[in-house]
């Protein structure tokens, strides 16, 4: 969906919507959408800048960094945003840091599925896990540590590492 700078009433355009999008589009390639993107936004035009608030919910599927279990990352966010004219994207260098959030509108024009995208991939987490405690697999059978099973013996010892243990004992 476009929205036209130029078309926009004064008292703004409220838009609530769903959005299809497809997994490959996201930065996480193991993601997979469970529900589709619901959006909503309130945008507003004050002189030449776009002021946009918004929520975007959706329900996806990632899998564990650590087990590579699948499990549901439910979203849930707010943003705000304001968009300038591509004329002011010259001086960017020179704005705020308080002006993070700023983006810039070209040919009068913006493309919502592009900001709903962008929002919804920046609420994915850095490493994607089922729960922060996940232990992940057995280095020695490869049984799911969390579900009990593996009765392994685990040398923790890093075999790299005994001359070094070995030297800190002699320095005691």
């Known amino acids: 969906m476009i929205i036209d700078i130029d078309l926009m009433p004064d008292e703004g355009v409220q838009v609530c919507q769903e959005f299809d999008f497809f997994s490959m589009e996201l930065v996480d390639e193991n993601a997979v959408f469970l529900k589709p993107v619901s959006a909503e936004l309130y945008v507003k ?62 040919q009068r024009q913006i493309d919502l599925n592009e900001l709903v995208l962008e929002q919804l991939n920046l609420t994915f987490p850095y490493k994607s896990l089922c729960r922060q405690d996940c232990q992940g697999i057995c280095p020695v059978c490869g049984i799911i540590v969390r579900e009990g099973l593996c009765s392994c013996e685990k040398d923790e010892t890093d075999p790299r590492l005994v001359k070094l243990k070995t030297y800190m004992k002699d320095k005691r």
């Open 45 to 106: 035009k004050s002189g030449e800048d776009v002021f946009i608030k918004g929520h975007v919910s959706a329900l996806l599927s990632f899998v564990c960094h650590r087990c590579l279990t699948p499990y549901e990352f439910p979203v849930d966010s707010d943003f705000d945003l304001v968009y300038f004219p591509e004329e002011l994207d010259e001086i960017k260098d020179q704005l705020e840091s308080g002006d993070l959030n700023s983006y810039f509108y070209q």
